[in-house]
T-cell receptor, first 118, second 113 residues
């Protein structure tokens, strides 16, 4: 079973509007972390936002916020005031840590291509 | 502070050859992880090194190996290259602690002909 599911292969949004990218996850680990990365056509993976499973508040980083609904196992990324430069592939990823000492392993979703129209 | 640096940016090899990729982490980071990205399989974890020790490994054949040096720089080696090894190889670094963010480099695009 997929651990990270991104159901939107592609999304379109008008410049200056907000957009939500969906991500659901599956884990039995009580301690985990959720990440969102942006990958432009250049290939670099750019860190956007992080949410720990025990964090009480939803994470925010500038125009990015994470809508974390633990009971529903969803971690949607909200981008406010979209810009043309936001056009890229977006990945949701999860790190599970129960009983382990390795914190560099992430499981990624298949990604969502976001296109911002002027 | 400099980011994660990967070299070379592009590589072209032929089947049967071997290749070595390099990753310099962010200063102070002791953990380096490697990932393979292909259109078909997406992003897959290869291995993680922390303080010169491999502490996790993904489901890849033994042709894929790595190491980490005392200055935390890491190398990844692929021997006996196959066409299916063509991919973007990304490395990520962190302090290696729970709750840490992972920061990625720009990747090495490997083409096997």
């Amino acid at each position: 079973a997929q651990k990270i599911t991104q159901t939107q292969p592609g999304m379109f949004v008008q410049e200056k509007e907000a957009v939500t990218l969906d991500c659901t996850y599956d884990t039995s680990d009580p301690s985990y972390g959720l990440f969102w990365y942006k990958q432009p056509s250049s290939g670099e993976m750019i860190f956007l936002i992080y949410q720990g499973s025990y964090d009480q508040q939803n994470a925010t980083e500038g125009r990015y916020s994470l809508n974390f609904q633990k009971a529903r196992k969803s971690a949607n990324l909200v981008i406010s005031a979209s810009q043309l430069g936001d056009s890229a592939m977006y990945f949701c990823a999860m790190r599970e840590t129960a009983g382990g000492t390795s914190y560099g392993k992430l499981t990624f979703g298949q990604g969502t291509i976001l296109t911002v129209h002027p | 502070k400099a980011g994660v640096t990967q070299t070379p940016r592009y590589l072209i090899k032929t089947r049967g050859q071997q290749v070595t990729l390099s990753c310099s982490p962010i200063s102070g980071h002791r953990s380096v992880s490697w990932y393979q990205q292909t259109p078909g399989q997406g992003l897959q974890f290869l291995f993680e090194y922390f303080s010169e020790t491999q502490r996790n490994k993904g489901n890849f054949p033994g042709r894929f190996s790595g190491r980490q040096f005392s200055n935390s720089r890491s190398e990844m080696n692929v021997s006996t290259l196959e066409l299916g090894d063509s991919a973007l190889y990304l490395c990520a670094s962190s302090h290696g602690q729970p709750g840490e963010k992972l920061f990625f480099g720009s990747g090495t695009q490997l083409s096997v002909l």
